[in-house]
């Protein structure tokens, strides 16, 4: 599966801003979706996961209350949606897959599918 993320972009500290990652195959329903990003100089972190139909949801602690992940399975997308934002949430941020796994994991080692990567960007 081919997964397209754009969204990205430069946002004051305290905003907001929508992610959106589009996949080519229209068996988007069979895989488990996850967000990830990578600041540099540092290791791919996870940040959010979605289950297969988007009843589950899973969160890394420092961005639960503020990014919201959903899913649109007619349109073959997964959402992000980043409230509250702060600089720390500067990076680049990819989406991925993982093919038939009831509980997306946190490790990004676990997923077979990445996207090309957006980059957002917090000014303080």
């Known amino acids: 599966v081919q997964l397209q993320a754009s969204g990205g972009g430069l946002v004051q500290a305290g905003g907001s801003l929508g992610l959106s990652c589009t996949a080519s195959?229209?068996?988007?329903?069979?895989?488990?979706m996850g967000w990830f990003r990578q600041a540099p100089g540092k290791e791919r972190e996870f940040v959010a996961a979605?289950?297969?139909?988007?009843?589950?949801?899973y969160y890394a602690d420092s961005v639960k209350g503020r990014f919201t992940i959903s899913r649109d399975n007619f349109r073959n997308t997964v959402y992000l949606q980043m409230n509250s934002l702060k600089p720390e949430d500067t990076a680049v941020y990819y989406c991925?897959?993982?093919?038939?796994?009831?509980?997306?994991?946190?490790?990004?080692?676990?997923?077979?599918?990445w996207g090309q990567g957006t980059q957002v960007t917090v000014s303080s």
């Open positions: 979605i289950s297969l139909n988007g009843g589950s949801t």
């Open positions: 991925a897959a993982r093919r038939f796994i009831a509980t997306p994991p946190r490790n990004p080692y676990e997923y077979n599918y």
């Open positions: 195959e229209r068996t988007f329903s069979h895989y488990g």
